[in-house]
């Protein structure tokens, strides 16, 4: 099936500090996306990638749609405390309103 | 801001027994999924729902599952004898027609625990 290794599983960081995470595939997606989950609750959408090569900032969040479309990674500038939670990229092939397939999540936490 | 809502939040059950899950998707979206969880995992999807019938399922989305949309507004999932490995957190997510915005939104969750 498809699959999506992201990395790292986890990171440990001081606040301030820039943060990058990326996701990998053998396969191709026609969209990545990128969610933060907070304890006990659903993914929240952060950032939106729908072409090859894009690059979106929303706020200190920066992510890219890797030109093979089999990678994406998000940074995040100057980390806050709030930052803290788990990170989860997708990616979708096919149909605009085709299945999510997400990756393993990334754990931030932040250290003030 | 609309948002998907979820009930029960937590809901324990004994194996064997049947369980709906209920979701009410943001207004005026018409495409609906469930995804699960289990604990310390990423979420998988399970299935997704247009124009009153399922569009995809996954290899998880046995027998077992089933999905409705009793009413305008609700979209429920029914697992009919529950497992000791059905145990997980399991999301509603909706998205908007080319309108309505592109993405799936996703519900805060049921965590569903089976003795």
């Known amino acids: 099936g498809q699959q999506l290794n992201q990395s790292p599983q986890s990171m440990f960081i001081q606040e301030g500090e820039d943060v990058s995470m990326n996701c990998t595939s053998s396969?191709?997606?026609?969209?990545w996306l990128w969610y933060k989950q907070d304890p006990g609750e659903g993914p929240v959408l952060l950032i939106a990638?729908?072409?090859?090569?894009e690059l979106t900032s929303n706020g200190r969040l920066t992510a890219q749609f890797g030109i093979t479309r089999k990678d994406s990674f998000l940074n995040i500038s100057a980390s806050i405390p709030s930052d803290v939670g788990i990170y989860f990229c997708a990616g979708r092939r096919g149909t605009s309103y085709g299945k999510l397939t997400f990756g393993q999540g990334t754990i931030l936490t932040v250290h003030p | 801001e609309p948002e998907v809502t979820q009930t029960p939040s937590h809901q324990v059950t004994q194996m064997g027994q049947e369980v709906i899950l209920r979701c009410v998707p943001i207004?005026?979206?018409?495409?609906f999924y469930w995804y699960r969880q289990i604990l310390g995992q990423k979420v998988e999807f399970l299935v997704s729902?247009?124009?009153?019938?399922?569009?995809?399922k996954s290899e998880i989305f046995d027998d077992q599952f089933s999905v409705e949309r009793p009413d305008g507004s609700n979209f429920t999932l029914k697992i009919r004898s529950t497992k000791l490995e059905d145990s997980a957190m399991y999301f509603c997510?909706?998205?908007?027609?080319?309108?309505?915005?592109?993405?799936?939104?996703f519900g805060p969750g049921t965590r569903l625990t089976v003795l």
């Open positions: 207004s005026n979206h018409l495409y």
């Open positions: 729902f247009y124009n009153n019938e399922i569009s995809e």
């Open positions: 997510a909706s998205r908007g027609g080319l309108a309505g915005g592109h993405e799936q939104f």
């Open positions: 990638l729908y072409k090859a090569g």
């Open positions: 396969s191709i997606f026609n969209t």
